[in-house]
């Protein structure tokens, strides 16, 4: 009679435990699914780039079609000699329709190099290299040139000062092909 109360008190400990531990990884996954929701309804931007020296990059945008850049998405980036990813989470609900790169503050900053640019929404995804970042972007000529197929940015200086390099869209391309992300 002991024997059969010993056993089933160590069956009912061992299913409460397996049974507590199931919950948790259900808890788990659930939250990993909510997570991966939200995220795939929010834009990204990857940046792929070298920027030797630390900065702040940011993307501007407008949902409008507008040029008229007020809102933004920034982001530290720490300087590398090798190229890094750099991704821009965009405010939930947010659908650009035409985007601007700023390319840093810091005075002493050297060329940057862009390797890429991927945009992402929603599953949707569309990634620029070379030749096309000078169909979707171009130089702010009074502030930097580009040189797409390089991809290097390289900033001016006016009277001395080393200006931010900013890189424009082309707005027709742009208002054209981001839309197509959030179909």
Known sequence: MKIKKIF????TVITAISCKNDTKSNDTISS????????AKVFKVTLNAISKKDDDFC??????SSIDFKEGVWKEVKGSLDEQSIEFLFPAKVQPTQLRLDLGQNLDQEDIVIKSIKFEY??????IKGFEMGVFFRADDSKCTFDPITGVVKATSKEGVRQTPSLYP???VQAAELPKLFQ
């Open 122 to 127: 929603n599953g949707n995804e569309r990634e």
């Open 32 to 39: 990993d699914s909510e997570q991966n929701i939200i995220s």
């Open 8 to 11: 089933f008190l160590s069956l």
């Open 170 to 172: 082309h707005e027709s």
């Open 59 to 64: 993307f501007l945008y407008t949902e409008d």
